[in-house]
């Protein structure tokens, strides 16, 4: 199995102000499925992506990639597991504001053994004639194709998307989507996107549902859509 999560858990807070997060989580994702982790705010979806993303660490409970269990690692070598295999898309763009776009791209690649080629991947994001600019000069939808640029430069296993979306308009939202869609079905990724929009499971090959905490459902759709044919 690919990417496995065996009853995760995960809570804020202690004695009478505990507050349990994550109750148990179990999961598979298989290598270049499209993932996408549905529920309302405060469900535990994006204490979930981050605890696969090695950002937080769980309070009990294993991450395993490629048979290596991440939850156990020191901080060093948790660092070099995000560097190697995962790429991270978040609603906040975070650019370096005095590099171009190419620049904040290439800083990605940077952190990669094996990046894909720039140039190619400014073609796709449609950035060519934008690669000169700084994030001040760039639209809130150019710079999130920035972000995601970063991300997938370095050629990741796993790419993460909390709410990639949730600071854009309807329309720069599809385009964002269908850039997503794009990047995963060229280069092969496996995608796990963190949302609250319904609409977007559609895209998916699979759909977990979380509610306070739990897994209430894991479905694949039985239609499966083109971002920019998604209504909503």
């Known amino acids: ?3 496995q999560v065996e009853n995760i858990k995960k809570s804020y807070g202690q004695d009478e102000n505990k507050v349990e997060v ?24 994006t204490t979930l992506l981050n605890i ?25 070598q948790r660092n070099l ?19 171009t776009v190419r620049e904040n791209i290439e800083v990605g690649a940077y952190l990669s053994s094996n990046p894909l080629d720039t140039d190619d991947l400014l073609q796709t994001l ?28 370095k050629n990741p296993d796993i790419l993460l998307c909390d709410e990639p979306t949730g600071a854009l308009d ?3 939202s599809k385009e964002i989507l269908h850039l997503i869609e794009t990047v995963y079905q060229k280069y092969g990724n496996t995608v796990i996107m963190v949302t609250h929009n319904a609409a977007i499971q559609y895209m998916a090959d699979t ?4 509610k306070d905490g739990m897994i209430r459902s894991v479905q694949k759709p039985s239609v499966k859509m083109s971002a920019m044919d998604l209504e909503w």
């Open 207 to 210: 759909v977990i549902r979380l």
């Open 81 to 99: 597991y995000r560097r190697k295999h995962l790429g991270y898309v978040f609603q906040q763009y975070n650019l370096i504001p005095n590099l």
């Open 170 to 172: 309807y329309a720069t």
């Open 126 to 153: 449609g950035l060519k004639e934008h690669q000169n600019k700084l994030p001040n000069q760039l639209s809130g939808g150019q710079q999130q194709r920035t972000s995601i640029g970063r991300a997938i430069v």
């Open 52 to 76: 696969i993303g090695g950002i937080d660490a769980p309070d009990s409970g294993n991450i395993i990639l490629h048979g290596e269990v991440i939850s156990n690692m020191k901080e060093k």
């Open 1 to 3: 199995m690919f990417l």
């Open 22 to 45: 994550l109750k148990g989580i179990n999961l598979t994702f298989s290598k270049g499925e499209f993932c996408v982790l549905l529920g309302a705010s405060g469900s535990g979806k």
